[in-house]
Structure formats: C-alpha cells, structure tokens
C-alpha cells in the first residue's frame, strides 16, 4: 500500500513536471522575438527603431488554490467526483490523478469546476494552477474511494 502511494506520487510528480514544462516551452514558443526594423525618414536616411517589449509585472508571491470541494482525506462511495475550487482569473488549471490527466482554465472570477475519475482505494490529486503570468502554484489532496459498508 505505501510502495503504491510512493509510486504514484513519484509518478505523478513526473507527469506534473512534463505537463508543466512542455506547456511552458509551447507558450515560449508562441512569444515572437522582438526585432530591429529598419523604417526611413523623410530625408532617404535609413535608421532602426527597436520596439522592446514593457515586462509584466512579476507578483510577489504564487496563486492561491483553494479546493471547495471534495475535502481533503475525503471517502467517497462514487468513482467519479467534482471538483471545485478557485484561483487566479483565467488561470491554467491542470489536475493529475492516478488514471488520468485533466486540464481546464478558470473562469473570469478564478472559478473552475471538473468532473474526474478515481481508482479505487487512496487517489492522489494533484492541482497545478498556472496564471496568465506563468507564475505556478500547486496543491495535493488525497481522496478514497471506497465501495465498503461502513
């Protein structure tokens, strides 16, 4: 049971890191380089004008993540929960769990809400939010999923 956990915290700690990094490399990529064009003036005198880009403001500290629902260390009695929670407007929002991989932005209040599936036992959630800025920010929950009786 506790080698299951390692691993899929392992596991999933990989599958964050690649999702994170491929999807930063990608809006990288995206960002086009800002280039010396050549413009003249009226006297035929060619000269260059360099348009640099203003920074964006850095935030003092990451996003918040706030998971309304499920708890953290929650039983459920459903393979299939929702998840609710709030962050940074119109932020990334990419949930790992132990089947399968989910992404969503939320909403112009920071509000996001996802159905996700869970395997039975202990799940490992992990949730990454990524703001417009690509400043990330992170939170892990355990959900289990249990069809006993209690």
């Known amino acids: 049971m506790i080698k299951d956990l390692l691993l899929a915290i392992i596991l999933g700690a990989l599958l964050g890191f690649g999702i994170t990094g491929a999807f930063l490399a990608i809006r990288h990529n995206k960002a086009a380089p800002a280039q010396n064009t050549p413009s003249t003036v009226s ?10 880009p203003t920074p964006a403001p850095i935030p003092s500290e990451s ?25 940074e407007a119109n932020s990334l929002i990419v949930v790992i769990t132990p089947i399968k991989t989910y992404s969503v932005k939320s909403n112009s209040s920071g509000n996001f809400d996802l159905d996700i599936d869970l395997e039975t036992g202990v799940n490992l959630i992990k949730v990454t939010s990524i703001n417009p800025q690509d400043v990330q920010s992170e939170i892990q929950l355990i959900v289990t999923y249990s069809t006993a009786k209690i």
């Open 43 to 52: 006297d035929n005198k060619p000269t260059t004008t360099s348009s640099t």
């Open 63 to 87: 996003p918040n993540i706030v998971i309304n629902t499920p708890e953290n260390q929650a039983i459920v009695s459903n393979s299939k929960i929702n998840l609710k929670g709030s962050t």
